[in-house]
């Protein structure tokens, strides 16, 4: 005869129950069961009982296990959060990084438009005055058409004798011969110091009827001559 782990009192088969766990023996008042709840019970079921104090250690047991799953879910929880919060920081300084360079592209691309503005605006003054200074050359430069070509000749000198036959005092900034044109003409092309002394020569050169090749150089023809033009020549 053995006793009841609970109340120690001495047990008989029929009223025993025997815990599968610890293998402690038990009235099964003792064990939590009424008399109705005990004769229900089948033996597969008996077999399988467990007893208060052992569902007390399983409860524990099942709680402790619950509580490290916690612990672990919230450390793994933590530390997914610190992960995400240094990605973030990175991705802020990426961000701020990517934010200062394209402020500087703006800056520089607003400098490159000024810069591309001044210098068009460079460009269009210089073509002007380059236009200026051509039209001026233009309006200064005259042909002399039917000059004989001599040897060792001085062409400004030419121009200056014709000019004083003409009565008109002109500065001569350079004189130079072309080559023959197709139409046979000697051409002396002359560029003087003002627009206003080739509108002089060219007028009085049309009003002198009598000019002749031989006022000028005493070997060349008694032929009259209206050889004097506004060039055309860059």
Known sequence: MSNCSKCKDTLIPEDEIVCSECDSKYHFTCGGLNTLSFQ?????TKNRWVCNVCKYKWDIS?????????????QDLANSVKFMSEKFDDFNGTVNKLLEEMKEIRKE?????????????DIENLKYRLDSIEQNNLDSTIEIIGIPKVTNEKCIDTVIKLATILNI????????RVPITINGEHKIIA???????????????????TLK??????????????????????
């Not at 005092?169 to 130079?176: G, K, L, Q, S």
């Open 213 to 234: 090749l031989s006022n000028i150089n005493p070997e060349w023809s008694d032929d009259i001559y209206k050889f004097i033009y506004k060039s055309t020549y860059h």
């Open 62 to 74: 099942k709680k402790n296990m619950d509580t490290k799953s916690t612990d672990f879910t919230f």
């Open 191 to 209: 560029r003087l110091a003002k627009p206003g002394m080739t509108i002089a020569i060219i007028a009085n050169c049309k009003q002198n009827k």
């Open 109 to 121: 691309n607003t400098q490159l438009y000024e810069n591309n503005k001044r210098l068009s605006q």
């Open 169 to 176: 005092v002109i500065t001569v900034e350079e004189a130079y």
């Open 40 to 44: 229900k019970l089948s033996k597969n």
